[in-house]
């Protein structure tokens, strides 16, 4: 029997209008705000409106690191939002949206998959509500009146080898990492040096998914640092009075966007920065407005837990005060033989040894989940060609801990594929918990990331050239201290180099970069190789992403 594809999979969705699925969370058809039948937007007077009602629970997924044979953190995401329905909950899901850069590169996707998906699963993966575009234009606004202002005389005397901020787009493209503009003449400029980033990884992308309203947004887009004087004085965004107008370009997209699971359970599908460029977490006005709405509220965080779960718990949940219930950690016996050392193309046949050795990976990541003062289980994504005996060995090593593994067949079966995990959710969230942040305000910031290096990283050291430590130093003497850092880092290891897999100790974190985004709240530190405009693989998901004869997507999976 051949098995549909995921799109075929959502395509046969029977959904439900999406005023229905408002009123199954008690929204007034007249606080949505349809984009089409299936997603709306739900506005902001009635989420001001929910300030006096209590929270329901807030339940992490993460994941052990990435690999090529796949965990599906997001289908499990949805599978136990769908799960918890099921038993008799009333929870909302809350992930992020897709950017086009990867879904046309290597992912060709990011709604889940077989029967855990959210739908109109296109639309989700391609356009949505145009929140990606909004956040793109309000940050080019914002790269376009910087050089306007050095062209017509530069009163705020910025020194224009000191710009900072950069353009960006949301397509993976390589050839712009670093770029001259303003070439051709004196009509068209002062030529500088500059580069574009991805939109995942844009402060705007930040800023939007870490504001509590549109009051609060536009603040913090006045916060922006954009560059520099000679005498290094910082530029801000609102000096160039670019504030106003982002916010207008941003007022939309700052609303929430609600749309459904296969099985029109409610989901907000909101925000997009990247786990392993950015701090990897939906918004902040989705996470609160369905802690409102819902007894759960079943959220993720961006690739492995030592990337997505730290910001999310060191960023998202300090920011916004958030106190997380329970923890899930994803992890597939196919991953766990991949980290003990077997090849992709090996990994059909039957190996328990492999799988005991690739285990070092899931264990770190819940030692370091539970570092956090949250309870964690493991939901154990099942693949069809798992062996009794390869799931019994992660299940003994995972007990030998003092947790469990429970098996979830949620791809195959939907919520009846992952009724235990979601009983034993309830059970952990309903316990003791003394979530914690990893490091405190005050600590300084280089001190911040040698902190993560150790305790989640395990590395011995941070190192860093000296003019890197004397810019923190000068954004600690200008108040930006008690900032949280912002680790950027490939996802595939614990160390800067993507092929080393497993739990490995003793390596180093070299700091290329660090960057400042004061408006967002964090300071970005770049490790290693990672970059903030991915490239293209060789072999592009575009290649094979077209419509059919009936006009429908293929190729998105």
């Known amino acids: 029997m051949q098995l549909r594809t995921d799109i075929e999979i959502a395509r046969e969705a029977r959904k439900l209008p999406i005023l229905e699925i408002g009123a199954k969370l008690g929204i007034p058809p007249e ?38 044979a796949g965990e599906g953190k997001t289908t499990t995401t949805v599978g136990l939002g769908d799960g918890l329905n099921r038993i008799g909950k009333q929870a909302v899901i809350c992930i992020r949206e897709a950017s086009l850069g990867p879904n046309f590169g290597m992912k060709g996707g990011a709604a889940g998959g077989g029967m855990a998906q959210i739908v109109p699963m296109e639309e989700m993966n391609l356009h949505f509500t145009g929140d990606f575009h909004a956040i793109t234009a309000a940050h080019n ?13 530069n009163a705020l005397e910025i020194d224009a080898r000191r710009i900072v901020w950069r353009r960006v787009m949301d397509m993976n493209d390589r050839a712009l990492r670093d770029v001259v503009v303003n070439l051709g003449g004196v009509s068209n400029g002062f030529p500088r040096q500059t580069g574009f980033d ?4 844009s402060e705007v992308m930040a800023i939007l998914c870490l504001a509590r309203d549109l009051d609060d947004l536009e603040q913090r887009l006045g916060n922006i640092v954009v560059a ?18 982002m916010a207008v370009l941003l007022r939309d997209a700052m609303q929430p966007n609600l749309v459904q699971t296969l099985e029109n359970n409610p989901a907000f599908v909101h925000g997009g920065p990247f786990a392993n460029i ?41 920011k916004a005060g958030l106190k997380p219930s329970a923890a899930v950690i994803v992890a597939t016996v196919r991953a766990m033989k991949m980290n003990g050392g077997v090849a992709k193309a090996d990994l059909g046949r039957e190996d ?16 370091n989940t539970r570092g956090f003062g949250i309870p964690v289980v ?19 090593y995972v007990a030998g ?21 979601a009983r034993r959710v309830v059970e952990l969230a309903e316990g003791p918990s003394s979530f914690a942040p990893l490091y405190p305000d005050d600590m300084p910031l280089f001190e911040k990331m040698e902190t993560i290096a150790r305790r989640i990283y395990h590395a011995d050291e941070v190192i860093a050239e000296p003019a890197i430590r004397e810019q923190l130093r000068v954004w600690e003497e200008a108040g930006y201290g008690a900032l949280p850092v912002c680790m950027a880092k490939t996802q595939y290891s614990f160390t800067t180099d993507p092929s080393v897999r497993g739990a490995p100790t003793g390596h180093v974190i070299p700091l290329r970069e660090v960057r400042l985004s004061a408006g967002a709240g964090f300071v970005v530190a770049i490790c290693g190789e990672i970059m903030t405009m991915p490239g293209l693989p060789q072999t592009p998901a575009a290649e094979v992403i077209r419509l059919n004869a009936a006009g429908q997507v293929e190729g998105l999976f």
């Not at 950015?278 to 996470?287: D, K, R, Y």
């Not at 801990?401 to 995990?421: K, M, N």
Request: proline fraction near 3%; hydrophobic fraction near 45%; aromatic fraction near 8%.
């Open 31 to 68: 606080d949505l705000v349809p984009y089409g039948h299936d997603k709306a937007k739900v506005a902001q007077h009635f989420i001001r409106g929910l300030a006096d009602r209590p929270d329901g629970k807030l339940i992490l997924v993460t994941a052990i690191n990435p690999t090529p």
């Open 141 to 153: 606004l914002l790269a376009a009146m910087i050089d306007n202002h050095i062209y017509w005389g």
């Open 198 to 201: 991805i939109t995942v990884a």
């Open 228 to 245: 520099y004087r000679r005498d290094r004085s910082p530029v801000f965004c609102r000096d160039l009075k670019a504030d106003g107008a």
């Open 278 to 318: 950015a701090h990897g977490c939906n918004s902040v006005i989705a996470t609160t407005t369905a802690l409102k709405l819902a007894d759960y509220v079943v959220t993720e965080a961006g690739f492995g837990a030592d990337l997505g779960a730290e910001k999310f718990f060191d960023i998202k949940c300090r």
């Open 352 to 367: 328990v040894e492999a799988v005991r050795r690739g285990c070092a990976n899931l264990g770190r990541h819940i030692a």
């Open 378 to 396: 493991v939901a154990l994504n099942h693949f069809t060609g798992d062996t009794e005996a390869e799931l019994q060995a992660v299940r003994d």
């Open 401 to 421: 801990l003092g947790t469990e593994a429970i098996l979830c067949r949620h791809w195959a079966e939907g919520s009846a594929g992952i009724e235990d995990l």
